[in-house]
């Protein structure tokens, strides 16, 4: 497609619960990258992929928090065990060249 | 080293006024410099972006002026609209060699309102 598409638009989890969020990449674009935008300004950099592989992890809380981009699959992004400080915005963004990138509409995560 | 410091954190000007956001950076690797356009309940958009090797870049009302020996750079909005009123971002990356692993460092956003 011709834009970041992601899924669902809104989503809400009690505590403790697993949230799976989902990103289309422009078609023809081989980097995918996930950020969280936390009090509406603050973006924080979660993980970025080279196609399917992982190309820089160092953003991300790995006790619960998890990502893929499998062949011919949307990527996802999964938190299991949600606290309420994972509410947020996530955008996934995807690129070309690893530089210019164009971001989705976002997920909204609230944790209840 | 990795921070990207925006101001102001926000703005109101005039209609027909020009709109001037400041960022400023650490990391001297930084080499690839974008703007981000984002409105309520809307992903960050692509707005224009630098390069150091040059001090200055136009596209249409947006220019952005880069001083790299300051380690500072500015967004300027010529004759600024209504509905040019969003969150800009500024952000920054290292687009070479390994050390580029497409990871943008943003600014804390500025808000601006543009008065009719």
């Known amino acids: 497609g011709e834009e970041v598409a992601q899924t669902p638009k809104h989503l809400v989890r009690g505590e403790g619960q697993k949230a799976k969020l989902y990103c289309a990449p422009i078609?023809?674009?081989?980097?995918v990258f996930w950020y969280q935008q936390v009090l509406k300004n603050e973006f924080k950099f979660l993980i970025s992929?080279?196609?399917?592989?992982?190309?820089?992890e160092t953003g991300m809380p790995k006790e619960r928090f998890s990502a893929k981009c499998l062949p011919n699959s949307p990527c996802s992004l999964e938190i299991q065990a949600t606290k309420l400080e994972d509410s947020a915005v996530y955008f996934c963004a995807s690129s070309h060249r690893a530089t210019e990138a164009f971001f989705g509409q976002g997920t909204r995560l609230t944790v209840v | 080293q990795q921070q990207v410091k925006q101001s102001p954190q926000s703005l109101i000007v005039q209609k027909g006024g020009i709109s001037i956001i400041n960022c400023a950076y650490e990391n001297t690797a930084f080499d690839y410099f974008p703007w981000y356009q984002q409105f309520p309940g809307k992903g960050p958009a692509l707005l224009i972006a630098i390069r150091p090797d040059v001090s200055e870049k136009k596209e249409g009302r947006f220019t952005i002026s880069f001083n790299k020996s300051a380690k500072q750079f500015s967004l300027h909005i010529m004759d600024s609209q209504p509905g040019d009123s969003a969150t800009y971002f500024c952000a920054a990356l290292i687009s070479h060699g390994s050390s580029n692993t497409g990871k943008l460092i943003f600014g804390q956003g500025t808000t601006l309102q543009v008065k009719p």
């Open positions: 992929f080279q196609n399917e592989n992982v190309f820089d």
């Open positions: 078609k023809g674009h081989s980097y």
